[in-house]
């Protein structure tokens, strides 16, 4: 298969892995240590931390929704010697049924992804993740109550 491929296949699986709580298909997307850049959504600062930390977090909220779809457009991809560079749009669904929600259930975040992909031995692997001119509508205290649900063992994953 061609490099181009393997890249934007890397970049879609992203998406479909965080939807399907695949947590250790999403560990190997990334190199040991990633780069995570959420400023334009949460403010802060840029993390380097290692993956396993990334998924992690993830895991600490992801869950806490009743659904999410990530849903990720067009890649673009540019090569280096040494990276391939990927931006896509990306819209995000974040959905918590719960009665006492109804009509403020859903968190849309839109923007694009940017990412820094390198080369590991036959398989490229995430370096550096951002989301960039993020936008978000619609009850912005979702992720709280996602982790919120999550700790109080109400998560996706954890429900029959």
Known sequence: MDERF??????????????????NDLLALFTSKVVVDYTSLFGGEARQMTREDLI???QAFV?????TQHVIGAVHVTFTQRFAYAEAPVLASHVVKDPALEGNDTWLV?????????KHA???CI????????????????PRIATHRV????GRDTLS
């Open 6 to 23: 393997d890249v934007v296949n890397r970049v879609a699986a992203l998406g479909l892995y965080v939807d399907a709580l695949r947590w």
């Open 56 to 58: 992690t977090d993830w």
């Open 63 to 67: 869950p806490g929704f009743t659904r």
């Open 110 to 118: 839109g923007g694009r992804y940017e990412m820094q992909i390198e």
């Open 122 to 124: 036959t398989e490229w």
């Open 127 to 142: 370096r550096a993740l951002s989301l960039a001119g993020a936008w978000a509508e619609g009850n912005l205290d979702l």
């Open 151 to 154: 700790q109080e063992g109400l």
